[in-house]
């Protein structure tokens, strides 16, 4: 699961080029429900969790667009 999840996230930065990016491909690539099974979801009860909201959506796509951009190449 953690090869999928580099894997994914390369797949984000290698499609942020330009910087913008259609609102609905935001909704798509970037909030998704959480996976139950993986236990990062955080909750008062259980593991479900909420996926990424707007604002870190949106942060993610910008950071792998400037701060994130090597996200992935490092030695």
């Known amino acids: 699961m953690h090869e999928g999840i580099l894997k994914y996230l390369r797949f984000l930065r290698d499609n ?13 690539w970037y909030k998704f429900k959480e996976v139950e099974q993986n236990w990062f979801g955080v909750t008062v009860l259980g593991n479900g969790g909420h996926g990424l909201g707007d604002d870190l959506a949106r942060a993610l796509h910008e950071s792998l667009g400037t701060i994130l951009n090597n996200f992935g190449s490092e030695p």
């Open 16 to 28: 942020v080029a330009g910087g913008q990016l259609d609102p609905q491909l935001v909704a798509s």
